[in-house]
C-alpha cells in the first residue's frame, strides 16, 4: 500500500510523533492506522503527544563556540529542575548546540528538521520525542541563536549550572589573555544587570520620543508651575537614568573598585593597556523559563497520580 504524505500527517497529529516514525509504523503495518498508533506507542513515540499537554519551563541554557568566531546558545526546557540536571537531558541538550552550530537553520521549526548530528538518520525532532519518552518528561526547544565574528571573536558565559547563558560578540585586531578575560567580565555583567542595548545607538528613537511625551506629562503633573526649560531638565535626567540601566555600556560596571565605572570606560582601559582596537558590538542573553508559566503541583500527589495509571 502507498503511504501518502496525507496518511503520515493524520498520525502525527493523533501521536505527536516524529514524521519519520510515523512513516514507518504506517509501513509496516501496511497503512492500518489503529495498528500504527499501536505501533508507536509500544515504541514509545507517541507518549509526546500526552506529555506535550504539560508545561515545560525549567530545563537549562548551554552555549559552544567554534575556533572562538562562530558560536551557539539555545535554552531547552523540561518540566522540573530534576530532570534538568539529569545527565541524559544534558548529553542531549549538548547535541541540540551542536547541531545548531552545524547547521543553517534559522529557526526553531526548521531547525526541528534537521539532521540529529550525533544520528544523521534521524532528525532532532524525532530524537527530542525519542528522549521526551525516555526520560518521562515533556521537553522543547525553546529558542536559539548563533553569531558570526569575521574581525573579532565571541566569548560565552554560562551562570548557575544553566540557569542564564550569555554569548558577547566584540570586534578586536588583538585577542590574548586579557582580552578574553575582559569579554568574559562583560557577559557576567550581561548575566547579573540584564542590559538590552549594547549602546544608546541602538535604543529605537520612537521610544525616545514615546518615553520623552510620557515624562514630560509626569514632570508638569509634578511641578505644574515649573517653567519648560526645568521640565525639559527633569526629563532629560529621566531619560539617561533610564538608559545608564538598559545600556550595556552605560551601565555601572559591577566589578569597578570605585563603583561608578561605567562598563564602557572598562572596555576602553583595557583595550588601551593591551593596545587594542576593542568594542563590543552584540550580545544574547537566554534566561531559563524566562515568560513561561510555572506549574506548582503537590509532589507526592503528582507521584500517586502516575502511581495509579
Given at each position: ?7 503520515v ?16 509504523a ?9 495498528e ?8 514509545g ?19 559552544a ?45 526548521a531547525l ?26 515533556n ?20 551562570h ?16 590574548n ?8 567580565n ?5 548575566a547579573?544587570?540584564n542590559?538590552?542595548?549594547v ?16 515624562l514630560?506629562t ?6 505644574p ?22 545600556c ?5 560596571y ?17 583595550a588601551k ?11 544574547v ?7 513561561l508559566?510555572?506549574?506548582?503541583e ?5 507521584v500517586?497520580?502516575?502511581m495509579?495509571?
Amino acid at each position: 500500500m502507498t503511504i501518502t504524505a496525507a496518511m503520515v500527517k493524520e498520525l502525527r497529529d493523533m501521536t505527536g510523533a516524529g514524521v519519520m516514525a510515523c512513516k514507518k509504523a504506517l509501513t509496516e503495518t501496511d497503512g492500518n492506522m489503529d495498528e500504527a498508533v499501536k505501533v508507536l506507542r509500544e515504541k514509545g513515540e507517541a507518549t509526546a503527544e500526552k506529555k506535550a499537554s504539560r508545561i515545560a519551563a525549567e530545563g537549562t541554557v548551554m552555549a559552544a563556540v567554534k575556533g572562538e568566531t562562530l558560536a551557539a546558545i539555545v535554552e531547552v526546557n523540561s518540566e522540573t529542575d530534576f530532570v534538568a540536571k539529569n545527565e541524559k537531558f544534558r548529553t542531549f541538550v549538548n547535541g541540540v548546540v551542536d547541531t545548531v552550530l552545524d547547521s543553517d537553520a534559522a529557526d526553531v521549526d526548521a531547525l526541528l528538521t534537521t539532521p540529529w548530528i550525533a544520528d544523521p538518520s534521524k532528525t532532532v525532532r524525532e530524537e527530542l520525542v525519542s528522549q521526551i519518552a525516555v526520560i518521562g518528561e515533556n521537553m522543547t526547544i525553546r529558542r536559539f541563536a548563533k553569531l558570526s565574528a569575521d574581525n573579532g571573536i565571541i566569548v560565552p558565559y554560562i551562570h548557575g549550572g544553566g540557569r542564564i547563558g550569555v554569548l558577547v560578540q566584540a570586534e578586536t585586531d588583538v585577542v590574548n589573555a586579557e582580552v578574553k578575560e575582559a569579554l568574559k567580565n562583560v557577559a557576567m555583567q550581561v548575566a547579573a544587570m540584564n542590559a538590552k542595548y549594547v549602546s544608546r545607538d541602538e535604543v529605537d528613537q520612537e521610544y525616545i520620543e514615546n518615553e520623552k511625551a510620557i515624562l514630560t506629562t509626569a514632570a508638569k503633573n509634578e511641578k505644574p508651575d515649573a517653567n519648560e526649560k526645568i521640565i525639559s531638565g527633569m526629563v532629560m535626567g529621566r531619560i539617561n537614568k533610564e538608559l545608564k540601566e538598559i545600556c550595556l555600556l552605560d551601565q555601572v560596571y559591577v566589578k569597578a573598585e570605585d563603583g561608578k565605572q561605567s562598563v564602557g570606560k572598562y572596555v576602553e582601559q583595557v583595550a588601551k593597556e593591551v593596545g587594542a582596537n576593542l568594542k563590543v558590538v552584540k550580545f544574547v542573553r537566554f534566561e531559563t523559563g524566562e515568560g513561561l508559566e510555572k506549574k506548582n503541583e503537590d509532589f507526592a500527589a503528582e507521584v500517586a497520580k502516575q502511581m495509579a495509571q
